[in-house]
């Protein structure tokens, strides 16, 4: 993990001195279920009821000592055995508990019995610690949603102007993959929320199935079916690959926005402090360099899930090939993402969007955005083909409605003209309509609806009102 990225819950949580307590929490919930009378129990699961007692008032008080266990692994070169030997040493010699009582510490129990149920625990924590920065993310998102609802906008598709829309409907889209990323971490750390106590190779040559039961109903993990010496990393995967779904989401919505800031649109600005400075050699730059960091880390975010991905596979009941890359990928994942959405949510809150730069924006497009509207009003006053003077040709030529509202649309472009202006002035679209009266007054004022930006957006608030948000007063 590098400080940049991390914020104090996630250094806490993901520090060696939290993955030894980890360890612990598991190792003290054996022991506990154990040497409880009333918990459900094979025989050769029980310990006498206050045996340990001591020991594990000795282990609440007796603190890691990380140094200690840094030494014995050196020695041992096995981390989760010098652990044990420092947690077994801290309680026979700094509180008297003796030899034979602190010997039930890890008693019929392999690593990855500790390890895994720590590591399972480690990840809800992680994946909660996540959600909550997804949630106040959708939060901020929606009342930014709500705020800009009736802020006019042009909707960009390949790059081009397309069709009207409301800022507030864009934002919403963005509430809206978020959301069905939350949706999708609650079932995949639920998926993740399994442990195992089923002994070297998974067929319960130490504790029995009942034990392992009690154990995980009181650390709140399910016992997994079936285990070899590890869970099978297919439980885990999902959840890395939401974590890669919501960095998706996070490049999706700040790539949108840093076009939006980029020049010459500047329909939106990164907030800038008074303090802050754009660029070394450029006093005027108001770089939106926290959306390009966005688009940074959830590049680096695939990477990790990359890495994770590649390790499922395990040869018979195990190797350690996983160890390593869950030691780096898993917290720099979690790490740099819970980073990642707490940063956005500031970015969303102090984002300034910049209304007069849309409406010119609008403008620049000369009314061409109507072009649809206008095609199937045509089409559905049965006009299917319109004259066009072919100046190539010298003559005037049949074209589909389609062609020739694309033909005018250049020439609006090209000529800087409105597109209602030359629809007006067409000679041959009026031939193909009513002269005069009543019925000639309403197709022509239809036609011109067509280039009423809001009028082609009376269905906004049915979609806002999907994400339970009313008008503001």
Not at 110 to 116: A, R
């Given at each position: 993990m590098i400080e940049r990225y991390t914020e104090d819950e996630m250094e806490t949580l993901w520090s060696l001195r939290s993955r030894?307590?980890?360890?612990?929490?598991?190792?003290?919930?054996?022991?506990?279920?154990?040497?409880?009378?009333?918990?459900?129990?094979?025989?050769?699961?029980?310990?006498?009821?206050?045996?340990?007692?001591?020991?594990?008032?000795?282990?609440?008080?007796?603190?890691?000592?990380?140094?200690?266990?840094?030494?014995?692994?050196?020695?041992?070169r096995h981390d989760l055995l010098a652990f044990?030997?420092?947690?077994?040493?801290?309680?026979?010699?700094?509180?008297?508990?003796?030899?034979?009582?602190?010997?039930?510490?890890?008693?019929?129990?392999?690593?990855?019995?500790?390890?895994?149920?720590?590591?399972?625990?480690?990840?809800?924590?992680?994946?909660?610690?996540?959600?909550?920065?997804?949630?106040?993310?959708?939060?901020?998102?929606?009342?930014?949603?709500?705020?800009?609802?009736?802020?006019?906008?042009?909707?960009?598709?390949?790059?081009?102007?397309?069709?009207?829309?409301?800022?507030?409907?864009?934002?919403l889209g963005f509430v809206d993959a978020f959301e069905l990323c939350q949706t999708q971490l609650d079932a995949a750390l639920e998926t993740a929320r399994v442990g195992r106590l089923a002994g070297a190779v998974g067929n319960y040559g130490g504790l029995s199935p009942l034990c392992e039961a009690e154990v995980c109903n009181r650390l709140n993990l399910k016992p997994v079916r079936i285990s070899s010496q590890i869970i099978y990393r297919g439980y885990f995967l999902p959840l890395a690959q939401v974590l890669e779904q919501i960095g998706d989401a996070v490049e999706h919505m700040a790539m949108t926005f840093w076009h939006m800031c980029s020049f010459p649109g500047r329909e939106a600005q990164e907030k800038f402090t008074d303090d802050q400075?754009?660029?070394?050699?450029?006093?005027?730059?108001?770089?939106?360099?926290?959306?390009?960091?966005?688009?940074?880390?959830?590049?680096?975010?695939?990477?990790?899930?990359?890495?994770?991905?590649?390790?499922v596979a395990t040869p018979h009941e195990r190797d350690i090939r996983q160890s390593c890359v869950e030691r780096i990928a898993w917290p720099d994942a979690t790490t740099i993402l819970h980073y990642a959405l707490k940063r956005l949510s500031g970015i969303v809150t102090g984002m300034v969007f910049n209304?007069?730069?849309?409406?010119?924006?609008?403008?620049?497009?000369?009314?061409?955005?109507?072009?649809?509207?206008?095609?199937?009003?045509l089409l559905e006053h049965g006009i299917t083909s319109v004259g066009w003077f072919d100046a190539k040709e010298g003559k005037v030529v049949t074209l589909k409605t389609y062609r020739?509202?694309?033909?005018?649309?250049?020439?609006?472009?090209?000529?800087?003209?409105?597109?209602?202006?030359?629809?007006?002035?067409?000679?041959?679209?009026?031939?193909?309509?009513?002269?005069?009266?009543?019925?000639?007054?309403?197709?022509?004022?239809?036609?011109?609806?067509?280039?009423?930006?809001?009028?082609?957006?009376?269905?906004?608030?049915?979609?806002?009102?999907?994400?339970?948000?009313?008008?503001?007063?």
């Open positions: 030894y307590e980890g360890w612990e929490e598991v190792e003290c919930g054996v022991l506990e279920v154990r040497s409880d009378p009333e918990a459900n129990l094979e025989p050769g699961d029980r310990i006498p009821e206050g045996l340990v007692l001591p020991l594990l008032d000795a282990l609440a008080n007796a603190e890691i000592n990380c140094e200690i266990i840094a030494r014995l692994e050196k020695e041992k044990v030997q420092e947690r077994q040493d801290a309680a026979t010699k700094g509180y008297g508990v003796l030899a034979a009582v602190s010997a039930w510490f890890h008693h019929k129990m392999t690593s990855y019995c500790t390890e895994d149920s720590a590591f399972s625990l480690k990840l809800q924590r992680a994946g909660r610690l996540i959600r909550t920065e997804l949630v106040d993310l959708i939060w901020a998102l929606k009342l930014r949603a709500n705020e800009t609802r009736d802020m006019s906008i042009m909707a960009v598709t390949h790059g081009q102007g397309a069709e009207a829309t409301k800022l507030g409907l864009r934002l400075e754009g660029s070394s050699a450029m006093p005027h730059k108001q770089n939106p360099v926290g959306l390009e960091q966005m688009l940074g880390i959830a590049a680096v975010i695939r990477g990790y899930v990359g890495m994770i991905s590649e390790v209304p007069d730069r849309m409406k010119a924006n609008i403008d620049t497009l000369y009314e061409v955005w109507a072009s649809g509207h206008v095609k199937n009003y020739w509202v694309q033909k005018l649309s250049f020439q609006a472009y090209r000529e800087k003209t409105k597109l209602c202006d030359l629809v007006d002035a067409d000679i041959y679209l009026k031939a193909l309509t009513p002269e005069g009266g009543r019925e000639d007054q309403i197709f022509w004022k239809g036609l011109r609806a067509c280039f009423d930006f809001d009028a082609h957006l009376n269905h906004v608030d049915t979609i806002f009102a999907r994400f339970d948000l009313e008008p503001q007063a």
